[in-house]
Every structure is written in structure tokens, then in C-alpha cells.
């Protein structure tokens, strides 16, 4: 906000405002230009034309309606002036439109005029690219939705009682990171809904915020049932993300400990990097955001996939403390790097984009990315300094796998004292968290078709009937290991890696 207020106050003539909430941006631009000098407002839309900001409709200006005759209008007018285009991005690629926009400009020298392009996606032609500043316009913070819940609390019908601090910022805090329009309607809802707006709505305001991540299709809210001891082995890594359970607290600032960036969990297929990751929401008590890559990407118009991605992460952002979940980033980011560009750079840029994010975010949101594949992920990537740790996750060695059996076991039997888990994890050697599940469910099944209970023999058979991937895809999981030995630290403890060497 206080940088739209210097770009407007030292005339800075295109700003390019990305927002979706027009109304509160408008606003706020008005309030901007009744400071010294004050400057007259005015509004273009391709259904109106130009009006003035705060004025009745008939002092429409004839004849604006299309871009170019707009611009035109504005470039004749003789007095300062902030002129607000709204949603002129569907015209802005059209040739006439951006050689109007830039004859425009270069007209304004020493006139005090200003162009803010307004839209909710950022669409600029490679002409105009020097000439416009790109702001984003932010979300409602803590104030501001403060400011909001008070005129709901005493215009409310409802019996809401005075709020305590403690229970005021939790209300406030589930609402960060919609527009004041969704934040008005939650409240409102909770207020139907419940008949009072108090700590006990909490709850509903977050559950709106869930259908928003929902609309906004790229990201994804988990909710995650499974707790980290249901991740067997890995013991390094669980101590390094309980040592951080606290890491996001104010007592952890005071302490004067900076904030966990991220981390980047590589490793074999399906020995649970991505369990993990996700129980780590449970353990941190952080809400977790999937980053679906796939979803961020969009052919259909230049800028489209950058705007995606920054809308996501701004999202995130908005709601944080919070994890944001990136699994299988070298599928993700596999082109990006590369020379052979097949999408017209789209993949590099964005990645570009997502780096520059990481590099410089200052709001307490933790990236968790998983991946499989060193050799498809940009270096930058993996340069020091990036995430906070780079763990790599191996095969289970046998006490690792005896655990894991002991946790598939316990969650589908009560009594798992029948069986030999000694004899079972040595006969899966080689087989990954994922394939020793496998295993069992498919020993379940043979025994459910033959109606009786299964047992350790059918558990057996079931490992030895199939091919662990380790086997099939040796090399690829020895470059892993070879790669992750000198620039990542073993998940597992340093007995297990011991154990691992002595082979
Ligand atoms: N260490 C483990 N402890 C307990 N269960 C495990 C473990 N590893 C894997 N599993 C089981 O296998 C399933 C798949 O594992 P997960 O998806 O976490 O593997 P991954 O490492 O992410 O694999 P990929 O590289 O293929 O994505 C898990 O949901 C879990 O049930
Ligand atoms: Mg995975």
C-alpha cells in the first residue's frame, strides 16, 4: 500500500495494479490523491468509458468507450489526473492500444498524470514492459480486517459478547488472506450460522478460507490424518523437524532464531518422503498448501502461468505460518534450465519466478519439496543456501523395514504378536516403505478371497512374488546415492547408515 503511495505521489505515469478487489483498491487510491497536491480521479471501463471517481453517472464522457478513444481522452486533458483503466487487459495486446499507451506517456512529461492499470492478472506487452511499475496490491492485514470486525460486532444482531484479545486474534488471523469481501461474507455467514461471532467460530471463517484455496485451483488444502510415527525409520530427519516444532512461534523470534526457509526431502521412490512431509503439518500444527505445478502451468495466454503462480503464492503467504507443499518438483521443474525449451521459456520463467520468491519472502511460509530425480532439477535449484537442509531418504535397512511393518501391521490388526517381524523385514530386503505395504495389503487380499485370516506365510509370498523397484532401477538409485553422499544428510540415523556402508 505504502509503495502505490509513492508511486503515485512521485507521478510515476503506468502503474500496472494487479488486484481482484477493485472497490478496496479504488479506494485506496482515492485516499492517496486527496493528499498534497490533490488530483481529480477518474475511471474507465469498456461499459462505461470514463467517469468521474465519485461522481454520479451522467458525467460520463461521451465517446470513451474504446480503448483507444479513452486514451486519447486522456491524453487531451489538460489538468493532473489519476486515471484508472479497469480490466484493460483482454485490449492491451492489440497494436493501436499500446502505441496509444506509450504516445500517452511520453506525453505526460511534467503533467502530473497517471495511468494504473487495473486487473486481476498481470498481462504487459514487451513494449510497455520499461515503462510500467508492477504493484501488487495487498490483501486486508490484521488492521484492516480489525477495523472490519468491529463494525460487524456493533452492528451485529447477535448476541456476540466482547471478544478477548486472545479470541479477537484468532478470528482475525483465520480470516487473513481473503479479500475484505470474503472476509465481510465469512463473518456474516458465522454470524447466520452460529448466531454469535466469538472463538467458537473460528472454524467456519477457516472453512471458508479452505473453499477459497478450493476456487483458487492451484493450491490445495490437505488435511492430513496421520501422524509422523507413522512414518517408520528416517529417525534424523523426524529429530531435525521436531527440534523446529516451535520454529515458527514469537518466543522463537525473541529468541533470535530467523525463520526455516525450507527443505528438500530427495531419495528412492516410495520410502516415504512424501508421508513425511505431509505429517509434518501435523507435527508443526501449520496448515499445509499443495503447490500443484501442473495446475500453474496454462498455455492458453502469454503471462498466464506467472500470474498463477504469484497468485498462489500469495495466498500462501496471506495465510501463513503455514507449509507449502511441493511434491515431485523435479517433474515440476524437469525443462526449466534445460536449452531445449519446448514451452517458449514458460517453465524457465517460472521457475525463475519461484526461486526469486524463495530468495526473498519474508512471511513465514515453509517450502517442503520432495523429488526422486537430481539429474532433472535445475542446479540453482540445489545451490547451498537455497533450503534450509537437503535430506536424502534410502532404502530401509531391516530395522527400518521391521518398524514399518510393525506400523502397517498395527494399523490394520489389533493383535500383531502372531507374526515373526524379524523374518518379515528380512525377507523384503531391498523393498521400499511403499512396497512393503503393497506387499502386505495384496497378502490380505489373498487371504480375504480364500475367506481366512491371513498370516506371516502369506505375507512372504506375497514379497517374493513381486520385483522391487530397487532391482530394476539399480542404477538410477545408485547415481542417487552416489550424488546425495557428499551434498545431502541421511534421513536415517547414523547407525543405519552405518549399517548401510558395511554392506
Ligand atoms: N518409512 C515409511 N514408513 C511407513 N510407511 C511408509 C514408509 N515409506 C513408505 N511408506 C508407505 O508407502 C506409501 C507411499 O510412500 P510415499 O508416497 O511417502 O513415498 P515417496 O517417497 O513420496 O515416493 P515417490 O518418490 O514415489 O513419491 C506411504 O503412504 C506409506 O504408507
Ligand atoms: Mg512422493
Known amino acids: 500500500m505504502r509503495e502505490l503511495e509513492v508511486l503515485i505521489q512521485a507521478h510515476y505515469p503506468l502503474i500496472y495494479l494487479i488486484t481482484p478487489e477493485e472497490e478496496r483498491a479504488e479506494q485506496a487510491i482515492a485516499a492517496i490523491t486527496q493528499l498534497k497536491p490533490p488530483r481529480k480521479v477518474f475511471l474507465w471501463t469498456v461499459t462505461h468509458g470514463i467517469i468521474e471517481y465519485g461522481r454520479p453517472r451522467t458525467l460520463t464522457q ?4 474504446s480503448p483507444e478513444a479513452a486514451i486519447e481522452w486522456v491524453v487531451r486533458q489538460r489538468e493532473p489526473g489519476i486515471f484508472i483503466f479497469k480490466d484493460l487487459h483482454p ?18 512529461k511534467g503533467m502530473n498524470k497517471t495511468f494504473i492499470l487495473m486487473s486481476p492478472i498481470q498481462q504487459i506487452p514487451v513494449e510497455l514492459e520499461k515503462e510500467a511499475v508492477v504493484v501488487e496490491f495487498p490483501l486486508p492485514n490484521m488492521a484492516e480486517l480489525d477495523d ?7 452492528n451485529s444482531f447477535s448476541r456476540s459478547r466482547r471478544l478477548s484479545t486472545d479470541e479477537r486474534e484468532k478470528l482475525l488471523k483465520a480470516a487473513l488472506g481473503l479479500t475484505r469481501d470474503e472476509a465481510d461474507k465469512v463473518y456474516r455467514k458465522a454470524e447466520v450460522v452460529a448466531g454469535k461471532l466469538t472463538e467458537a467460530e473460528v472454524d467456519i471463517v477457516l472453512s471458508e478460507k479452505k473453499q477459497i484455496i478450493k476456487r483458487n485451483g492451484i493450491l490445495e488444502y490437505l488435511e492430513v490424518g496421520e501422524t509422523i510415527n507413522s512414518v517408520g525409520g528416517l529417525t534424523e530427519l523426524k529429530r531435525w523437524l521436531e527440534q523446529r516444532a516451535d520454529a515458527f512461534t514469537e518466543r522463537a523470534r525473541q529468541y533470535g532464531l ?3 526457509k525450507g527443505m528438500l526431502i530427495l531419495g528412492v521412490p516410495g520410502c516415504g518422503k512424501s508421508l513425511i512431509a505431509k505429517t509434518t503439518a501435523r ?10 505445478m501442473g495446475r500453474v502451468y496454462d498455455g492458453s495466454m502469454v503471462g498466464r502461468s506467472e500470474a498463477n503462480l504469484r497468485n498462489a503464492l500469495r495466498v500462501a503467504e496471506s495465510i501463513s505460518p503455514a507449509i507449502l507443499f511441493i511434491d515431485e518438483v523435479d517433474k515440476a521443474f524437469a525443462g526449466a534450465g534445460g536449452s531445449a525449451d519446448s514451452d517458449g521459456g ?9 526461486l526469486t520468491w524463495m530468495q526473498e519472502k519474508a512471511s513465514p511460509v515453509f517450502v517442503m519439496a520432495t523429488a526422486n530425480r537430481v539429474d532433472r532439477l535445475p542446479s540453482e535449484f540445489l545451490r547451498k543456501g537455497r533450503f534450509d537442509e537437503i535430506f536424502f531418504v534410502d532404502l530401509p535397512n531391516s530395522d527400518e523395514r521391521k518398524e514399518i511393518f510393525r506400523i502397517h501391521l498395527t494399523k490394520r490388526r489389533e493383535d500383531i504378536a502372531r507374526f515373526d517381524i524379524a523374518q518379515l523385514a528380512s525377507a523384503c530386503e531391498g523393498y521400499s516403505g511403499a512396497e512393503i505395504e503393497q506387499g502386505l495389503v495384496a497378502a490380505m487380499y489373498d487371504a480375504f478371497a480364500q475367506n481366512r485370516e491371513f498370516t506371516q506365510l502369506d505375507i512372504i509370498a506375497a514379497l517374493k512374488s513381486t520385483m522391487p523397484l530397487s532391482r530394476t532401477l539399480t542404477e538410477q538409485v ?26
Do not use: C
Open 346 to 354: 514458460t517453465s524457465s520463467r517460472i521457475f525463475g519466478s519461484f
Open 91 to 108: 485490449f492491451i495486446d492489440s497494436a493501436s492500444v499500446t502505441r496509444w499507451l506509450r504516445d500517452a506517456i511520453a506525453s505526460f
Open 258 to 260: 530467523p525463520q526455516p
Open 62 to 65: 461521451h465517446n470513451t468507450v
Open 478 to 503: 545408485a547415481a542417487l546415492r552416489e550424488w546425495a553422499r557428499h551434498r545431502a544428510r541421511p534421513a536415517a540415523s547414523m547407525i543405519a547408515e552405518y549399517q548401510r556402508m558395511e554392506f
Open 148 to 154: 472490519m470486525l468491529n463494525m460487524h460486532l456493533k
Open 283 to 292: 507435527l508443526w500444527g501449520l496448515p499445509l498448501l499443495r503447490l500443484d
